[in-house]
Structures are given as structure tokens and as C-alpha cells.
């Protein structure tokens, strides 16, 4: 057996996303043997000791620091997780650009197009590898999904409907984080879940052409907690208020690119982060000339399909996702047995290493960040004016691999 290929890991930010990343880079050597790739786990940073001691003692990073740049300065590093608040996204990014460093950086990239644009740019001169943490792609019955509009199964794709739905805003005492703050985060349920939205659909269907968005805020005000205290989920009853200044709930309706026939799919797309009932309610609806399908993130690995108009069995069929679905089955054996969240991120990590070892360069990088950004931002730009946005296409983009 060969030598495997030991690639040294940083990690910026040791929370939750933080702790996705660490444990898919160590699941990639056991799901995925054949690559002959192996991570180690070398320096980890965090601006509370108490996460980067948990970095070293419990995930099994080698060194723990407080300052980021000790993470891309170090001489083992050549891959660099970037798992920090949003309003960090970009200068990290860059920064590991600049240091040579590959980097797999959550969405969104940017506080909006034009960060995201400066990390794209980074990437570039740098000539880094680059990983995007749009997850919901991975999706086995995604991945099927992809390749039954692909090899034109459903005939002429007509219209499509995308919701993002969330209940982690709904509690209107929920405290006043940094996500609601324009000069921390940027646009709210924008980047947050319509940014996913756009680059599943992209990913799926194909390039947004056009854009017409509308947005709201309904809660327009929150209780007050201090930077660096409690969590974005606390609930603050009889607390200061001050003023949520993104949006809760966004709408929009899509043109996509011409198809070689000269026409181009439409449809809808909403997000909102303030649901009463959906808890992760991330679906999909693709209509075609022949057939369509059906997708919802909390039924992850279920897909349902129609095909045909005619027939004593038309309408929808329930199909589990099983061997011959993406990665399903370095996973699981069988259909019926369930892949989770976690493993999303085991293939997003597969991909990544992957592309930095110059194996396949399937993942999703900068270019589709961008991508879903310009997207986000026309949706912005739109409700402001009440006018249709035209973007222009991104080149380098993953999506359009079929």
C-alpha cells in the first residue's frame, strides 16, 4: 500500500462549523480509503482559550493559538478551515489567500458582493484552491436530482420553486446578535439562506439570468446582548431594544439562462429566517416537459420524482436515496439507512482535498460563491428599486459541471 498523502490542516474559529470541519477532515482517510489522502490536524485558533484548548485536547490539533495568523504562518499548515462569524469571512479569507494557503471558507464569503469579490481576487493572484461550504449540494438525492435534470429526464426544464424556510429568528425576544447588524453581518436571511438557495439551484438547474426580489423585516426590533456574551439563540425577556437592521424574510422570482433551444427556465425563490413551524424546511421543486421532481432538506434522503404523463402510475413516487446516489455509499450500505448532516460536510471535504491534491476539481470554489452573491445582491438591489436586475455570468463556476 502507498504512502498516504498527509495534508496539514489550520482551522480558524473553533465553534460549531468549526467542529464540523475537524471531524470531517478525520472521517476522509475512513470513508474515502481509496484517495490515499490523509489529514492532520495541526494548529487551530480561537479568540476564547476555552475553545482553543478544546481544539487541541478534544478535537486533536496539535497546537491552539488566540491569533489567527499564527494558523496561516505556520510551515505544516497547506489547508485552511475558515469557520469565524460572517463579518471575518473576508479579511480571513484573503489573508489566507495572500499566505499561500488553500482555504475552505463558510458562506457567505462576504458582508456582500463586493468582499466576496476581494476574496475572489485574493484567490486569484494567489492561484489557492478554494472550498465554498455550500452543503446542500452533497446531498446524495441532490446529486441524483442533478443528474436526472442533466441527462434530460424530465425533458425541457420549465419552472422551478425553491424555499428556505427557518425558525431560528422566530422568537421575537431572541437576542439582538451580531446577524442582525448591517455592519456585521450584511444582509440577513439574504446571505444567510438565499445565498445557499441560489447556488443549490445553480448547482441543479442551471445560471440565474435575472432577478426581481421584494424583502421584509418582521421583527424590528430585539433585544440588546453584548458582543461576546451568550449565543445567537438566547431569548432576553424585558431586555433594552435596539433595531434589526437586515431582512427576516425574502422573495423573488428568477429567469435562468437560455437552453440551447433559446429558452430559459423561470420560477421562485423565498427565504426567512423567522418560520413558526418549519424548522429546516430546505425545499426544492423542479418542473420539466416530461417530469418533475421534489426535495426537502428534512427528509434529506428521500427524493420524489414523476416521469411520464401517462400510464395507470403517474404522479409522484417516494424514492430513498441508496448505492448509485452521489456518495451514498461510502456511507451507508443500503437504501433506508440515513446519511445526516455531518456527512455533508465529510463529502464537501472530500471534494476540497481533492481539488488541493489535483485529483478532481469538483468542488465548490470562490467563483461560485460569487455567483450566489451577485444573486443575493441583485435580490437587495431589486427591492430597493422595484426593478428587474440582470447578472452578468461568472466564469470558473463548478455548477455548471455536469
Not at 489573508?95 to 471558507?105: D, L, N, V
Not at 455550500?134 to 446531498?139: E, G, L
Not at 434529506?300 to 401517462?310: H, P
Request: charged content about 20%; aromatic content about 8%.
Amino acid at each position: 500500500m502507498s504512502t498516504p498523502t498527509e495534508i496539514g490542516v489550520g482551522l480558524v474559529s473553533v465553534g460549531w462549523m468549526g467542529k464540523v470541519h475537524s471531524r470531517a477532515y478525520q472521517s476522509v482517510p475512513v470513508v474515502y480509503p481509496e484517495l490515499g489522502i490523509k489529514p492532520r490536524l495541526v494548529i487551530a485558533a480561537d479568540t476564547a482559550q476555552s475553545r482553543a484548548d478544546y481544539a487541541r485536547d478534544v478535537l486533536g490539533y496539535a497546537e491552539s493559538t488566540l491569533d489567527y495568523h499564527e494558523v496561516l504562518n505556520h510551515p505544516d499548515v497547506d489547508v485552511v478551515s475558515i469557520c469565524a462569524p460572517n463579518f471575518l469571512h473576508a479579511e480571513i479569507g484573503i489573508a489566507a489567500a495572500q499566505a499561500g494557503k488553500a482555504f475552505w471558507i463558510e458562506k457567505p464569503v462576504g458582508r456582500g458582493v463586493d468582499e466576496t469579490l476581494a476574496v475572489e481576487a485574493a484567490a486569484n493572484a494567489a492561484g489557492v484552491v478554494s472550498s465554498i461550504g455550500f452543503n446542500y449540494r452533497h446531498a446524495p438525492a441532490i446529486e441524483k436530482a442533478k443528474q436526472l435534470v442533466s441527462s434530460g429526464a424530465l425533458g425541457r426544464i420549465t419552472n422551478i420553486r425553491g424555499t428556505f424556510f427557518a425558525d431560528y429568528s422566530a422568537e421575537p425576544n431572541g437576542a439582538l446578535s451580531w446577524r442582525f447588524t448591517r455592519a456585521l453581518a450584511g444582509s440577513g436571511v439574504l446571505g444567510d439562506l438565499m445565498g445557499h438557495l441560489a447556488d443549490l439551484v445553480h448547482y441543479v438547474v442551471g445560471p440565474i439570468a435575472e432577478v426581481s426580489g421584494m424583502t421584509s423585516t418582521i421583527h424590528t426590533h430585539r433585544p440588546i446582548q453584548q458582543m461576546g456574551t451568550g449565543t445567537h439563540f438566547d431569548v432576553i425577556e424585558g431586555g433594552e431594544l435596539g433595531p434589526v437592521e437586515n431582512e427576516d424574510y425574502v422573495a423573488m422570482m428568477v429567469r435562468f439562462r437560455n437552453d440551447a433551444e433559446g429558452a430559459g427556465a423561470i420560477g421562485t425563490l423565498e427565504a426567512s429566517r423567522v418560520a413558526v413551524g418549519p424548522r429546516a424546511a430546505y425545499n426544492i421543486e423542479i418542473y420539466g416537459t416530461e417530469g418533475s421532481l421534489k426535495w426537502d432538506f428534512e427528509r434529506m434522503n428521500e427524493l420524489e420524482v414523476a416521469i411520464g404523463r401517462t400510464g395507470d402510475l403517474q404522479g409522484y413516487q417516494r424514492v430513498m436515496a441508496a448505492p448509485g446516489f452521489g456518495d451514498f455509499a461510502h456511507f451507508q450500505p443500503g437504501a433506508g439507512t440515513s446519511m445526516g448532516f455531518d456527512d455533508l460536510k465529510v463529502i464537501e471535504a472530500r471534494k476540497f482535498l481533492e481539488s488541493v491534491v489535483g485529483v478532481r476539481h469538483v468542488n465548490s470554489n470562490i467563483h461560485d460563491a460569487v455567483a450566489a452573491a451577485r444573486v443575493v445582491d441583485a435580490a437587495e438591489r431589486s427591492a430597493e428599486s422595484g426593478q428587474w436586475i440582470r447578472l452578468e455570468p461568472t466564469a470558473g463556476v463548478t455548477a455548471a459541471i455536469r
